[in-house]
């Protein structure tokens, strides 16, 4: 496992509710979310007290689901634990942070925007990368490949920790899988993010063994493993 200066990506939910994604943010107290149909992420602090729970349920709403992957935090007993996956946190391992990065668009890779969301979650059903809502193309660009105007992969930015930009919603249609448009889509992020002189990370199941194999040809490593941990409030 790498070690390197990336405490940002300790809480990058926390850090980009904080920071990049403010104007996404619901916040009470110490507690924040994301808007709805954007995305179920939440923060506590690192040692939160009964009222930072209340705050955040309060947030939510009755019954709703609160993603915690990003703290350790354990929500109090009334919390119904939803899902616990194993996954891992990788980071881009290429150190070229270009005086002149290269910008040149990839070819038939397309920016996604707003009206193509029905696409992109028509796609995320059949394909089942993880959590994508309504608004998430919201957090920051997301990219497609379209075949005979069909889009059949997308993968798009999420988290913003400062210095950081999450890889994510990387996804490829059944049928339209082994061409390396995955790995297409991975690198033209990759080179978006480093030319803002930023580093690309991402997170992933620990059985995606597929993905973990393409992110590490592409350049990442693991910086630490991960618990998915979903709750839903009382
Ligand atoms: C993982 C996924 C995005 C790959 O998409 P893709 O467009 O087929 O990927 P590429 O064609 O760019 O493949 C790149 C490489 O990864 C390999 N690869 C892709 N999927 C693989 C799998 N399931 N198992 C083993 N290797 C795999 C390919 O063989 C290829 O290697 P090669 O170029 O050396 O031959 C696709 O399988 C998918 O949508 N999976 C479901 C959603 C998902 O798990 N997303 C990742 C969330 S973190």
Redesign the pocket.
């Known amino acids: 496992m790498v070690n390197r200066d990336a405490t940002a990506l300790d809480d990058p939910v926390g850090a980009s509710l904080r920071g990049h994604h403010a104007h996404l943010a619901r916040r009470l107290g110490r507690a924040a979310t994301y808007q709805p149909g954007v995305a179920t992420f939440s923060a506590v602090t690192t040692d939160p007290d009964p009222q930072e729970w209340a705050d955040l349920a309060r947030l939510l709403g009755r019954g709703e689901l609160a993603d915690m992957f990003s703290c350790a935090a354990t929500p109090p007993q009334d919390w119904e634990s939803v899902f616990v996956l194993e996954g891992r946190q990788m980071i881009w391992s290429g150190d070229n942070q270009p005086d002149q990065p290269n910008t040149e668009p990839v070819t038939g890779v397309v920016e996604l925007g707003a009206d193509s969301v029905p696409e992109m979650l028509d796609l995320v059903a059949r394909?089942?990368?993880?959590p994508f809502w309504p608004r998430t193309h919201e957090l920051g660009t997301y990219l497609g490949v379209r075949d005979n105007g069909t889009l059949v992969?997308m993968?798009g930015e999420r988290l913003r920790p400062p210095g950081w930009a999450e890889i994510?919603?990387?996804?490829?249609?059944?049928e339209?899988?082994?061409?390396?448009?995955?790995?297409?889509?991975?690198s033209a992020l990759v080179t978006r993010i480093a030319a803002r002189h930023e580093r690309p990370f991402?997170?992933?199941?620990e059985a995606?063994?597929?993905?973990i194999?393409?992110?590490e040809?592409l350049g990442f490593e693991t910086r630490k493993p991960v618990t998915f941990r979903g709750f839903r409030t009382p």
Do not use: E, I
Request: one cysteine or more; glycine letters at 12%.
């Open positions: 394909a089942q990368p993880g992969a993968a994510s919603a990387v996804c490829t249609a059944p339209a899988r082994g061409r390396g448009h995955a790995a297409r889509l991975v991402l997170h992933v199941a995606n063994t597929g993905a194999a393409l992110y040809r």
